[in-house]
């Protein structure tokens, strides 16, 4: 192969260094930090927080200093595990940040290496190729048919030719072609950043789950708001006590308010991103999290998808000679013209594993290696429909014009008869049977140089010579991984650009499902919006695709109601990836346009990491579920504690202080949004068809089972309220069962909620390392609030006998442990 000499040489690593220190590092950021302060500030301004406030001000005005500072306290500890549930949140998109940075080529010490893109200094050798997005400014060295799409500074779609001297601007597109180019500006002094445009940071819209939530937490807070009302009115009209009424109404508002779903939803999708980096799975925004857990339709190119990616040449046909010959016929295929042209036409340093193959097949099968005797000096790129790509090659004596191509495309351009062009389609035919990609291969006859190159390659006179044959097998373990998708209910599509009898010859290799049907790129475009929604119903295989019928094929499968993941690579497949719901770019073939307009990036390119994503999408958000569920039943008796003994007149009517709810409260935050977060996925989830798109949070049977935890759970509270009530307990004692009663049910309730179909047989072999955690802290709490006098007078408890002990724990036990039996029974 062509050896590859570097004309530059580069900084050395003693300049990179001084320039670092000089230039800082290649970033900028035209947002708002989110730095300590605003997140303060964001914390005081929650309701919650500022009920806090009027109850501290209130406890203070009618001279009740003790309890006002246990607000004062109770108001730090918020703003304390706020901020720690913030930065969590925060670090782990900085994480994230971290994992997502994009890597590009530079020339330093003399050799060729690959460095994050944030490490650019002025000075630096860029080596850029086709579909990478332009670091840092700088200006070209030197380049081979480099064209650059500038839209993002200019606005214009047409993409911009460059030469020797001409500038580059960060965030530009190389679109076709390579470049060396000398990095100028970096930062905030490049023409993107003074612009103050980026990229990363447009806000993005609201998920549908994330504008549920918010729907349901401000519905509670009316319904609060009402309930404020009607405690302090009836408080108010049996004491006239303006102030006390205030208080109490207040404590009921405070039971009310689910503050914590919105911190858990926020938590639950920032960390879960984060945790999936680090198994290769890169989350450009964490609220695509959710959207993985939904995903019931995917879209998959075949090569390096569900093949290899490791090209072969596997047979060629020679025109002139009219024969097949296979590869390892290599005494047939020394020096054969059709293998030569068709390396010709490749780039000379190939990337792409078709022309690698190509090249290492030449290079195989020829007498004498003469490609570092010629220099490239015109190039037509990869273009149209089908596509073709030309390559112009010459040293002193002679002219090498190549092409290659689709060959309908091929066809085309050359001078052959009907019969010749059917003959030749059928042997293409005969050899995508065999699941090979087929290339059609021509050359320009050069009687003298041709130094006036025509505007399109449609215009050289072409002679056909022949094809080739590649093969690229199925991956080892992708009959597993489809096996995986439609055991979880996935339905999965194959979109490629090879032709019908290839694809469905690696289908079958593969285990991909289909009943044999397809249409092509051409019959999508042709089709009707209404017609192309039913044909995606039916037909799992689409062939000879371009990007624009991708893009159709998505479109009309998100108007069928389904969430689409669709996969791809290439520079072409930005359309259909921006456009699909999950946007899936591989990490190491990738190029930028796809992994920037992709929500999600596999970094090792294995298809069955697809499977671990929505795998921990949807275990996230089922444990988010399970987490707001537990949050409705738990606070569900908090509110009837409050409100029952109020509208029945009992003797005790306000036996809970705020103190009591902020300290129940700052219980549940904790619980919902760790532990919960910290569960793994149960065995069937995997196992469950998609969750649709249309449904609510919530299906109502599991709203009404949530409701009637909540209200089992109040009963039993209630009838130990009561029960200490008439028996002769005075209201210290009373409030004291009744709380111990609540804590221990909330402790049940976070063992029994950990699956709403499993037992707890079952799910105490889960694996949570919180666990321990939250049971040993729940046993210090009990105690605590019992033996320390200090704890009992803050909560106005006293200490119980174990006769009473029995009695708060029995009830508990009882009020949430029914919910075993009935999952029990339902097996």
């Given at each position: 192969?062509?050896?590859?000499?570097?004309?530059f040489?580069?900084?050395?690593?003693n300049?990179?260094?001084?320039?670092?220190?000089?230039?800082g590092?290649n970033?900028?950021?035209?947002?708002?930090?989110?730095?300590?302060?605003?997140?303060?500030?964001?914390?005081?301004?929650?309701p919650?927080?500022?009920?806090?406030i009027?109850?501290?001000?209130?406890?203070?005005?009618?001279?009740?200093?003790?309890?006002?500072?246990?607000?004062?306290?109770?108001?730090?500890?918020?703003?304390?595990?706020?901020?720690?549930?913030e930065?969590?949140?925060?670090?782990?998109?900085?994480?994230?940040?971290r994992?997502?940075?994009?890597?590009i080529?530079?020339?330093?010490?003399?050799?060729?290496?690959?460095?994050?893109?944030?490490?650019?200094?002025?000075?630096?050798?860029?080596?850029?190729?086709?579909g990478?997005?332009?670091?840092?400014?700088?200006v070209?060295?030197?380049?081979?048919?480099?064209?650059?799409?500038?839209a993002?500074?200019?606005?214009?779609?047409i993409?911009?030719?460059?030469?020797?001297?001409?500038?580059?601007?960060?965030?530009?597109?190389?679109?076709?072609?390579?470049?060396?180019?000398?990095?100028?500006?970096?930062?905030?002094?490049?023409?993107?950043?003074?612009?103050?445009k980026?990229?990363?940071?447009?806000a993005?819209?609201?998920?549908?789950?994330?504008?549920?939530?918010?729907?349901?937490?401000?519905?509670?807070?009316?319904?609060?708001?009402?309930?404020?009302l009607?405690?302090?009115?009836?408080?108010?009209?049996?004491?006239?006590?303006?102030?006390i009424?205030?208080?109490?109404g207040?404590?009921?508002?405070m039971?009310?308010?689910?503050?914590?779903?919105?911190?858990?939803?926020?938590?639950?999708?920032?960390?879960?991103?984060?945790?999936?980096?680090?198994?290769?799975?890169?989350?450009?925004?964490?609220?695509?999290?959710?959207s993985?857990?939904?995903?019931?339709?995917?879209?998959?190119?075949?090569?390096?998808?569900?093949?290899?990616?490791?090209?072969?040449?596997?047979?060629?046909?020679?025109?002139?000679?009219n024969?097949?010959?296979?590869?390892?016929?290599?005494?047939?295929?020394?020096?054969?013209?059709?293998?030569?042209?068709?390396?010709?036409?490749?780039?000379?340093?190939?990337?792409?594993?078709m022309?690698?193959?190509?090249?290492?097949?030449?290079?195989?099968?020829?007498?004498?290696?003469v490609?570092?005797?010629?220099?490239?000096?015109?190039?037509?790129?990869?273009?149209?429909?089908p596509?073709?790509?030309?390559?112009?090659?010459?040293?002193?004596?002679?002219?090498?014009?190549?092409?290659?191509?689709?060959?309908?495309?091929?066809?085309?351009?050359?001078?052959?008869?009907?019969?010749?062009?059917?003959?030749?389609?059928?042997?293409?035919?005969?050899?995508?049977?065999?699941?090979?990609?087929?290339?059609?291969?021509?050359?320009?006859?050069?009687?003298?140089?041709i130094?006036?190159?025509?505007?399109?390659?449609?215009?050289?006179?072409?002679?056909?010579?022949?094809?080739?044959?590649?093969?690229?097998?199925?991956?080892?373990g992708?009959?597993?991984?489809?096996?995986?998708?439609?055991?979880?209910?996935?339905?999965?599509?194959?979109?490629?650009?090879?032709?019908?009898?290839t694809?469905?010859?690696?289908?079958?290799?593969?285990?991909?499902?289909?009943?044999?049907?397809?249409?092509?790129?051409?019959?999508?475009?042709?089709?009707?919006?209404?017609?192309?929604?039913?044909?995606?119903?039916?037909?799992?295989?689409?062939?000879?695709?371009?990007?624009?019928?991708?893009l159709?094929?998505?479109?009309?499968?998100?108007?069928?109601?389904?969430?689409?993941?669709?996969?791809?690579?290439?520079?072409?497949?930005?359309?259909?990836?921006?456009?699909?719901?999950?946007?899936?770019?591989?990490?190491?073939?990738?190029?930028?346009?796809?992994k920037?307009?992709?929500?999600?990036?596999?970094?090792?390119?294995?298809?069955?990491?697809?499977?671990?994503?929505?795998?921990?999408?949807?275990k996230?958000?089922?444990?988010?579920?399970?987490?707001?569920?537990?949050i409705?039943?738990i606070?569900?008796?908090?509110?009837?504690?409050?409100?029952?003994?109020?509208?029945?007149?009992?003797?005790?009517?306000?036996?809970?202080t705020?103190?009591?709810?902020?300290?129940?409260?700052?219980i549940?935050?904790?619980?919902?949004?760790?532990?919960?977060?910290?569960?793994?996925?149960?065995?069937?989830?995997?196992?469950?068809?998609?969750?649709?798109?249309?449904?609510?949070?919530?299906?109502?049977?599991?709203?009404?089972?949530?409701?009637?935890?909540?209200?089992?759970?109040?009963?039993?509270?209630?009838?130990?309220?009561?029960?200490?009530?008439?028996?002769?307990?005075?209201?210290?004692?009373?409030?004291?069962?009744?709380?111990?009663?609540?804590?221990?049910?909330?402790?049940?309730?976070?063992?029994?909620?950990?699956?709403?179909?499993?037992?707890?047989?079952?799910t105490?072999?889960?694996?949570?390392?919180?666990?321990?955690?939250?049971?040993?802290?729940?046993?210090?709490?009990?105690?605590?609030?019992?033996?320390?006098?200090?704890?009992?007078?803050?909560?106005?408890?006293?200490?119980?006998?174990?006769?009473?002990?029995?009695?708060?724990?029995?009830?508990?036990?009882?009020?949430?442990?029914?919910?075993?039996?009935?999952?029990?029974?339902?097996?």
């Amino acid at each position: 192969m062509q050896e590859k000499q570097l004309i530059f040489k580069g900084l050395t690593s003693n300049e990179v260094s001084a320039l670092q220190k000089q230039f800082g590092k290649n970033t900028f950021y035209t947002g708002t930090t989110r730095n300590l302060l605003l997140m303060f500030w964001d914390v005081v301004r929650e309701p919650m927080f500022m009920i806090l406030i009027v109850v501290c001000g209130i406890y203070f005005f009618l001279g009740n200093v003790y309890e006002g500072r246990i607000m004062l306290f109770a108001m730090m500890m918020v703003i304390a595990t706020s901020l720690y549930q913030e930065l969590r949140s925060a670090n782990a998109i900085k994480g994230l940040r971290r994992y997502t940075q994009g890597n590009i080529k530079v020339i330093r010490d003399g050799i060729e290496v690959e460095v994050i893109s944030e490490e650019l200094v002025p000075g630096d050798i860029m080596l850029l190729s086709e579909g990478e997005q332009i670091p840092a400014d700088g200006v070209v060295l030197q380049q081979n048919d480099c064209s650059v799409d500038e839209a993002i500074m200019t606005g214009e779609s047409i993409s911009v030719f460059k030469n020797v001297d001409s500038t580059l601007l960060q965030g530009t597109t190389i679109t076709s072609g390579m470049c060396y180019a000398k990095v100028t500006k970096i930062g905030n002094q490049t023409a993107l950043a003074k612009l103050g445009k980026s990229m990363e940071d447009i806000a993005p819209e609201k998920s549908l789950l994330q504008s549920q939530v918010n729907r349901f937490v401000q519905q509670m807070a009316l319904v609060g708001l009402v309930a404020f009302l009607v405690v302090f009115g009836i408080n108010y009209f049996s004491t006239n006590d303006l102030i006390i009424s205030l208080l109490f109404g207040l404590v009921m508002t405070m039971s009310l308010i689910p503050e914590e779903i919105p911190v858990a939803f926020s938590s639950f999708m920032a960390i879960g991103a984060y945790r999936m980096s680090r198994i290769g799975l890169l989350v450009k925004q964490p609220i695509t999290v959710e959207s993985l857990g939904s995903a019931s339709v995917i879209c998959l190119d075949k090569t390096g998808t569900i093949t290899e990616n490791a090209m072969s040449l596997a047979a060629v046909y020679d025109f002139k000679s009219n024969k097949i010959i296979t590869i390892n016929d290599s005494s047939n295929i020394a020096d054969n013209e059709v293998v030569a042209y068709s390396m010709w036409a490749s780039e000379a340093s190939p990337f792409d594993p078709m022309e690698k193959a190509l090249h290492e097949a030449y290079l195989q099968n020829t007498r004498i290696d003469v490609r570092d005797q010629y220099r490239m000096v015109h190039e037509y790129p990869l273009e149209g429909k089908p596509p073709m790509m030309t390559h112009v090659w010459e040293n002193a004596d002679h002219q090498v014009i190549a092409c290659k191509g689709a060959v309908e495309r091929i066809l085309r351009n050359a001078s052959l008869g009907k019969e010749e062009e059917r003959k030749i389609l059928a042997i293409t035919g005969e050899l995508a049977v065999k699941g090979y990609r087929i290339l059609g291969v021509a050359k320009v006859n050069i009687t003298e140089k041709i130094t006036d190159f025509p505007d399109h390659h449609d215009s050289f006179e072409w002679q056909f010579l022949g094809l080739v044959a590649l093969y690229d097998p199925p991956k080892k373990g992708i009959r597993k991984v489809f096996e995986q998708f439609y055991e979880a209910g996935i339905q999965v599509k194959m979109l490629t650009g090879d032709y019908a009898e290839t694809a469905v010859t690696i289908a079958n290799e593969s285990g991909f499902r289909n009943n044999g049907k397809f249409i092509t790129g051409d019959e999508t475009m042709a089709m009707s919006a209404t017609d192309l929604k039913q044909v995606v119903k039916e037909v799992d295989l689409f062939v000879r695709m371009f990007p624009e019928a991708k893009l159709q094929i998505v479109e009309a499968l998100k108007n069928n109601g389904e969430v689409v993941a669709m996969t791809g690579d290439g520079v072409n497949d930005g359309p259909a990836l921006k456009a699909a719901n999950i946007g899936v770019a591989m990490g190491n073939r990738g190029t930028d346009i796809a992994k920037r307009a992709a929500s999600l990036v596999i970094t090792d390119d294995n298809l069955d990491k697809m499977v671990d994503a929505i795998a921990n999408g949807r275990k996230i958000y089922h444990n988010l579920k399970k987490a707001i569920r537990y949050i409705i039943s738990i606070h569900i008796p908090i509110i009837l504690m409050v409100l029952i003994p109020l509208l029945l007149n009992w003797p005790f009517k306000n036996i809970f202080t705020p103190v009591h709810i902020i300290f129940l409260e700052m219980i549940m935050g904790p619980t919902c949004s760790i532990f919960f977060e910290n569960e793994p996925m149960e065995i069937r989830t995997m196992k469950r068809r998609p969750r649709r798109r249309s449904e609510g949070l919530f299906s109502w049977r599991e709203l009404s089972g949530s409701i009637l935890q909540g209200l089992i759970i109040s009963i039993g509270v209630l009838g130990v309220y009561f029960w200490a009530m008439t028996t002769g307990h005075d209201e210290d004692v009373t409030r004291t069962m009744a709380f111990i009663t609540l804590i221990i049910s909330n402790v049940y309730l976070t063992l029994v909620n950990r699956s709403f179909q499993e037992t707890i047989i079952n799910t105490i072999r889960y694996k949570n390392n919180l666990l321990p955690v939250v049971l040993v802290a729940s046993m210090v709490l009990l105690v605590c609030l019992q033996f320390i006098p200090f704890v009992r007078v803050t909560f106005h408890l006293t200490p119980l006998d174990w006769h009473d002990w029995l009695i708060a724990a029995a009830v508990a036990f009882v009020s949430v442990f029914w919910f075993e039996a009935y999952k029990f029974f339902k097996k």
